[in-house]
DNA sequence: CGGATTAAATTGCATTCCAGAACAAAAGAC
DNA sequence: GTCTTTTGTTCTGGAATGCAATTTAATCCG
């Protein structure tokens, strides 16, 4: 059909309308122009081209039937319109994905790590990644980039991803150099804490919420803050990484934590997705549950107080029963403290925490459509 | 001379340009372009009518000396280029300044409250700022405005400035319509601790930082968080409002706590200026300041963990030599808990603490030349 | 039924702002 | 004295938006 990809092309302004439109749902040209404070005119001018290249669609406004005036047509985003690729390694099993912008996958892949050195995972991520090409059959021009994400904190050069506990022998990797070649595509990064989080802001709970903080519980600890649609990554990307919070000498309401006490126990489980549900019913878990809920309790507190998000998501690969036990308990602890005289964040519970590959697939999204992270030349008009 | 003021004309670009002048240094015309990504012709085209309109002067520069090329003209702030005006207001007093973009003081003035209603204070503070613009001879068509802080926490709407408690009686502020009119110029305003913070990006340790956090002492336990040179607000603008972290029934590292502490030992004292050298040397205060010590390394350490900020700047209205022992404490405290594999953020006593009306002042000088507050239609070129 | 009214969407032209390229100016290097 | 280097300027063109008039399709109402 034509030769450069439909989001090619966007302009800021086109960004924010698509954001618009994601944020707020399917609205007509001039509600769009209203929002963003631009003409009418500049939204005729730049939709033109996304509805032509099938990024957004057009259909009759049902509310505005029988009302005056010229019949609105609400543009919504076609999800098909492009896709990306999401990569999440740990230290067991890659995990890939081809996700539309709905963030609906269209194929899944999860293969065993035979050996954890960084040119084998990257060669079988990437021979994933193009397997799932093949098999949905996508238009490689529609494809935005390929995200790829693992667990781990960061240290020391934060344009370098940082070399983790688990792939201690990887080499310092930097995306641009060390990741790319593998996927034919664009490639973005963070830790697996904060791609889950994109999840969550592009598709799961927190969609098109501006300010919200996550709480990621795995093996270890993790989070992410989001500001104004972005996130907040402070020195050294440290920034909510909420373990900090937690002494590893002491007990923490990490995945981890859990193992140890069980093995403590004589109850020795390899992983945590060993965990069953009769395990659920053991005493020491319902101790251990109690003791987590208590601290969850605390670092929602700390969060409220600090960062005063308008939202507070938990998510993570602990079991599922005990994720929504967790969950349950910190609700419950309203009012989140004294000496508060407005209402308190709303807890909650993450809805992409189960297919961690799909924050990994938020990330190209993320550089594509947010008018923050337009790059270029800047200008603007009065 | 010429009709308009000298910031009004700004576009985008040319507060970039002002933003980086005034975080990196007076600059040449071909530094800034580097730096800003931008042509030289645009840097050429729009200091032109800077320096003309006396906002920027022009200076050879020494330290180019004797190399090759033609030799550049370094690119300073006129700090007289352009005014603001300040005014803090307290329960006992309303303190006004006149400052320019360099942060010093032209005019100050200190009056005593005669009575809390809001038309008495701001019939008063008004005629303060008229006579210090009097006083100073200052062109008003320089006055960029005029900025109002006092202390308390915002609640609800976040359109309206909140009702706070010793002002219970003050009608529900809205700034536009109910401070604007007293003042000839346009009214912005923040809490006293977001104020003070906006002196220490603008003036003080904090001058050209990106991230940083603000903890701010007074009678309460007040606070701002910086994240890309924007006070970042949160919910209800309850974001770093620390005082959150301590509850008010228990013993906390405020002013308030230290003359309660004081007066349960028989010692009372109506104001926190009332607090003599000699008070200092008392064992009660001596146990009241280990142990807010201890409270506000605990405090930093949370801060570090959650906004993981580059610096962390300390301030406020106690007497300075608790001020000074307060911040050698937290600065003894590293590493500032365990498990930090990276150095922890500087700790920096506030420049500014002792001239509360500075912050409020800042406030118009944030609004005329931040990037980021720049109003009107968006256009991006690449 | 048909003109008045209403609001959405479109079109052509004007304006604003920046990039690009050629050029001018001032200094050291050979 | 000419060449080289770097800063700074000028002028033109392009990209993006605003502005104002116009078209379009629906309801309202006499």
Redesign the interface.
């Known amino acids: 059909m034509d030769g450069s990809p439909p989001h090619s092309s966007l302009?800021?302004?086109g960004r924010?309308i698509i954001s618009a439109i994601r944020t707020h749902g399917p609205q007509s040209r001039a509600d769009l122009a209203r929002r963003l404070?631009?003409?009418p005119s500049t939204v005729t001018r730049l939709t033109g081209p996304m509805v032509a290249e099938g990024l957004l669609t057009e259909a009759p406004d049902p509310s505005r039937e029988g009302r005056k005036g010229y019949p609105a047509r609400l543009l919504s985003i076609d999800p098909r319109g492009v896709c990306t690729a999401g990569v999440y390694i740990d230290p067991d099993r890659i995990m890939t994905c081809i996700a539309d912008l709905a963030g609906d996958a269209l194929a899944v892949e999860e293969t065993p790590v035979p050996d954890r050195s960084f040119e084998a995972l990257m060669t079988e991520a990437g021979a994933s990644v193009a397997r799932l090409m093949e098999r949905t059959g996508i238009d490689p021009r529609r494809m935005a980039g390929c995200g790829v994400s693992y667990p781990g904190q960061y240290?020391?050069d934060p344009t370098r991803v940082a070399r983790i506990r688990q792939f201690r022998d990887w080499p310092e990797v930097n995306v641009e150099r060390d990741l790319s070649p593998w996927f034919g595509m664009p490639v973005r990064h963070m830790n697996d804490a904060k791609a889950a989080c994109m999840a969550e802001l592009y598709h799961g709970a927190c969609r098109g919420l501006s300010?919200f903080c996550h709480v990621w519980l795995s093996y270890g600890i993790g989070g992410a803050?989001i500001?104004d649609q972005q996130p907040?990554?402070?020195?050294?990307?440290?920034?909510?990484?909420?373990?900090?919070?937690f002494?590893?000498?002491r007990p923490r309401p990490s995945g981890q934590d859990l193992l140890d006490v069980l093995a403590a126990e004589g109850i020795v489980l390899d992983r945590l997705s060993d965990l069953r549900d009769d395990h659920l019913e053991l005493p020491v878990v319902r101790g251990w549950e109690e003791r987590a809920a208590d601290q969850l309790q605390w670092l929602c507190l700390?969060?409220?107080?600090?960062?005063?998000?308008?939202a507070i998501v938990i998510g993570g690969t602990l079991h599922p029963r005990l994720m929504d036990g967790l969950i349950q308990a910190v609700r419950a602890a309203e009012p989140l403290?004294?000496?508060?005289?407005?209402a308190p964040?709303a807890i909650l519970k993450a809805e992409q925490d189960g297919l961690p590959q799909l924050g990994a697939a938020a990330l190209p999204i993320h550089e594509i459509f947010n008018p923050s992270t337009?790059?270029?030349?800047?200008?603007?008009?009065?």
Chains 1, 2 share one sequence.
């Open positions: 302009t800021y302004n924010r404070d631009i003409k240290s020391g300010n803050a500001v907040y990554l402070g020195r050294n990307a440290l920034a909510a990484e909420w373990g900090g919070l002494p590893k000498s700390v969060i409220a107080r600090t960062f005063a998000p308008e403290g004294e000496d508060y005289f407005v964040p337009y790059p270029g030349a800047v200008s603007k008009l009065r």
